[in-house]
Every structure is written in structure tokens, then in C-alpha cells.
């Protein structure tokens, strides 16, 4: 219940404001398939659930990790 009322940010309301729409699109026109998507939209803004979204990892730290690089030297094949 904390995650529907906490963290709303700009796409969120986006999303919010497009199920909205979509929803009474679908009534007023009495298209499923509309309603069906705002139903959707309004359901990833309350869950705030993105389309790709990623589980985030707290033990990741990019700055103790080195990166070794070798050179490749490119050789003609004609000599």
C-alpha cells in the first residue's frame, strides 16, 4: 500500500492521466480494445510498473571494478 501512495514523478502521472482518458474513451465509444489499454495504463501508474522496467541491485558499485583492455594490432593480410 506505501508503493501506491509514495514516489509519484512526471511519467507516472502521464501514464495516470493517459488510462484515465483511455478508459472513458472506451466507455463513450464503447470500444473493449481502448478501454482494455487504459486499463492497462491506469494499472502501470498505480503499481508504478514501467514497460521494461529492471530490478534494481544495491551491490553493484562501478567504481571497484577495473576493466582490462588488450590491443589488437591489425595485420595486413597481403604482406
Not at 487504459?38 to 567504481?63: E, K, T, Y
Not at 576493466?67 to 591489425?74: D, G, R, S
Amino acid at each position: 500500500m506505501k508503493r501506491l501512495f509514495s514516489n509519484w514523478h512526471f511519467m507516472r502521472w502521464v501514464r495516470l492521466g493517459m488510462g484515465i482518458l483511455a478508459i472513458t474513451q472506451g466507455i463513450a465509444l464503447h470500444n473493449i480494445f481502448i478501454g482494455a489499454i487504459g486499463i492497462l495504463f491506469a494499472g502501470m501508474a498505480l503499481a508504478n510498473a514501467g514497460c521494461c522496467s529492471l530490478p534494481r541491485s544495491n551491490n553493484f558499485d562501478s567504481r571497484n571494478d577495473e576493466v582490462i583492455y588488450e590491443e589488437v594490432k591489425h595485420r595486413d593480410p597481403r604482406s
